[in-house]
């Protein structure tokens, strides 16, 4: 158990591991949304727009739609945590009705103790202890139970209980105990991140695809904790890529994805822009689908716009944009928003709100297009989420738009 405190959660877990406006194209196929006038508009805070996707979501019948109706439930717990709405959060975790329940409420508790709101996050983490014990069904045995677990794991670790959060990270599966890398790696001691490295690279070279990726971005979190050490740097970087051979491109766009953040908390901008450099040329490089690459070139514009190059950001975005109007009919309709979403958010970033609300105003459209409800309330749970995420403030045109979406729930599911 020294060890275990000397090493925090670290040595566990190898243990356990063997443009100004968007254009915008007529929209011939979409159903539009009604006309009507609305009776009642929400408040544009997030958590009104949160509220909305909770109701909406509560419209789903639990039978057959259990799994979708709760990870979405869940989904909206995890936005809501983020935005600090824990009343919100708090409220909805009752309403999920399978395993996901404990995996909310532990959410809660590692969200309020990593806040430091202490006595408020051991009583949300006891709650979360109490759903946890009764996952005994043998569906949720296994990799939902462990989720859950390393969730509370986490709680434990930002709580300061190091001990116990090792404990219940050496009980989990290796890719549920692979999922604490980047916190263990944020947390460890700065004296043992060379020795910590190591144990990293020896799950490279014995695990499997998620594992790997869970190790290297733990290596890209110790190369964020050693800014000034160029030779540190420069070696971190290369163990990242002497390692990631046997993951494919999307993943290793997330490792570098998190270079590029260290790179500018640390003001190596020069750096960073040549890891953009490389993301933008594994984007065109390769062939993606058209939501895909549309998505990562609304990364890369995000990128862009951070790294101090606003005009080479407004540029790619609204290629990527013009891409969706040219892609469009070739994009299934329920993944029309997995686009438009993240086009929105990078807009957002590069602080043209008026595009950000047009592109989530279409992805409101575009959802009602499917006759079912399943997929139309899927993309209004996520496009709500996403708002709030992006920091927009929602005008009375977009809080419509959210509302008539909702009403256009109904059956058929």
């Excluded at 990293?200 to 800014?227: H, M, P, W």
């Excluded at 030779?231 to 002497?242: P, S």
């Amino acid at each position: 158990m020294q060890r275990l405190r000397r090493h925090l959660l670290l040595l566990p877990l190898i243990a356990a591991a063997p443009f100004g406006a968007v254009a915008v194209a007529a929209q011939d196929a979409a159903v539009p949304l009604a006309r009507e006038a609305d009776t009642e508009v929400i408040p544009g805070t997030p958590a009104a727009i949160l509220e909305l996707a909770a109701d909406a979501a509560r419209k789903m019948p639990d039978q057959p739609h259990i799994k979708t109706r709760s990870r979405l439930q869940a989904e909206i717990v995890d936005a809501a945590v983020t935005a600090g709405e824990y009343d919100l959060a708090e409220r909805v975790v009752p309403q999920i009705t399978n395993w996901r329940k404990g995996l909310a409420q532990a959410a809660i508790a590692a969200g309020l103790a990593e806040s430091g709101d202490t006595e408020a996050a051991r009583a949300a983490l006891s709650a979360a202890e109490s759903i946890e014990v009764t996952l005994v069904d043998e569906f949720v045995q296994g990799w939902r139970r462990d989720r859950v677990r390393a969730r509370i794991a986490a709680a434990y670790a930002h709580l300061g209980d190091v001990e116990k959060a090792a404990y219940i990270q050496a009980r989990l599966t290796s890719s549920e105990a692979g999922r604490l890398a980047t916190l263990a790696a944020r947390m460890a001691d700065p004296d043992k991140i060379d020795e910590n490295t190591a144990a990293f690279v020896a799950i490279c070279e014995t695990g499997d695809l998620e594992q790997i990726k869970s190790a290297l971005l733990g290596i890209a979190e110790f190369y964020g904790r050693v800014a000034g050490d160029e030779e540190r740097l420069a070696k971190l970087e290369q163990t990242i890529r002497d390692n990631w051979t046997r993951i494919p491109g999307e993943p290793r766009m997330e490792i570098l994805d998190v270079i590029v953040a260290k790179d500018l908390e640390a003001g190596r901008v020069e750096h960073a822009r040549a890891i953009i450099d490389e993301i933008e040329t594994m984007v065109r490089g390769n062939r993606w689908n058209a939501e895909q690459a549309i998505a990562f070139m609304a990364n890369v514009g995000r990128h862009r716009h951070a790294a101090g190059q606003p005009e080479k950001a407004l540029a790619i975005l609204r290629e990527a944009a013009s891409m969706y109007d040219e892609k469009r009919t070739s994009i299934v309709s329920i993944w029309r928003g997995r686009s438009l979403r993240p086009l929105a958010e990078a807009f957002m970033a590069a602080g043209s709100q008026a595009s950000a609300v047009e592109l989530y105003e279409r992805a409101l459209v575009e959802a009602v297009e499917n006759p079912n409800s399943r997929p139309r309330l899927e993309d209004l749970v996520l496009t709500c989420n996403s708002i709030v995420a992006s920091g927009v403030v929602a005008p009375e045109s977009l809080r419509k738009a959210l509302m008539r979406t909702k009403a256009a729930l109904g059956s058929p599911w």
